[in-house]
């Protein structure tokens, strides 16, 4: 069975620093780009950040960009999101999910999301 | 960027009524579009991919078309179950935009 599941989110402080992880079972996993896609409360879903199945691509949107990191660790089936200089804007569910294939396109493997609130 | 705009933000349908939703992109993206669904307090549920390619497991009253910039989603005969907010996304080149979401309701 496929599995998604994230994890590491919480109450950060603006400025503050948080790491989001992803673990996934059920499927090979370095056959696969791994994305982050957040939902700000009330709001539509925005694409983040994504990373190839091999991890040498990895790709922001311009929101997240110099303070976001993406990687991944194949051996561990494990994608990290390391979020930095958070902004009150960064406030959403932050969803793991897999692409197709080995190159971002379409989010096919969804979890069920972890909650990052960044607030005084 | 390419922009992706649904038509209508929301809409309300009766049972069994054939509902159709909108997507525009501001550039052509050639068949690279995929459609969301999304229950309330849900997480996102892939439906389609390549414009018109059923994903495994949609029911199919769920249907999709278009190429170039104008896309359709339908449903060909609505369900309590599909009440949902629906997304497109572009697929295709950076960034992997979103359309605002429509949402649909049973009248």
């Known amino acids: 069975e496929v599995q998604v599941l994230e994890s590491g989110g919480g109450l950060v402080q603006p400025g503050g620093s948080l790491r989001l992880s992803c673990a996934a079972s059920?499927?090979?996993?370095?056959?696969?780009?791994m994305n982050w896609v957040r939902q700000a409360p009330g709001k539509g879903l925005e694409w983040v950040s994504g990373?190839?199945?091999?991890?040498?691509?990895?790709y922001y949107a311009d929101s997240v960009k110099g303070r976001f990191s993406i990687s991944r660790d194949n051996s561990k089936n494990t994608v990290s999101l390391q979020m930095s200089s958070l902004r009150a804007e960064d406030t959403a569910m932050y969803y793991c999910?897999?692409?197709?294939?080995?190159?971002?396109?379409?989010?096919?493997?969804w979890g069920q999301g972890t909650l990052v609130t960044v607030s005084s | 960027d390419i922009q992706m705009t649904q038509s209508p933000s929301s809409l309300s349908a009766s049972v069994g009524d054939r509902v159709t939703i909108s997507c525009r992109a501001s550039?052509?993206?050639?068949?690279?579009l995929a459609w969301y669904q999304q229950k309330p307090g849900g997480v996102p549920k892939l439906l389609i991919y390549s414009a018109s390619t059923l994903h495994t497991g949609v029911p199919s009253r769920f249907s999709g078309s278009g190429s170039g910039t104008d896309f359709t989603l339908t449903i060909s005969s609505l369900q309590p179950e599909d009440v949902a907010t629906y997304y497109c996304q572009k697929s295709n080149i950076l960034p992997f935009t979103f359309g605002g979401g429509t949402k649909v309701e049973i009248k």
């Open positions: 059920g499927f090979i996993f370095s056959n696969y780009a």
């Open positions: 990373i190839s199945g091999s991890g040498g691509s990895t």
């Open positions: 999910a897999s692409s197709s294939g080995r190159y971002i396109d379409y989010f096919e493997k």
């Open positions: 550039q052509g993206i050639s068949n690279y």
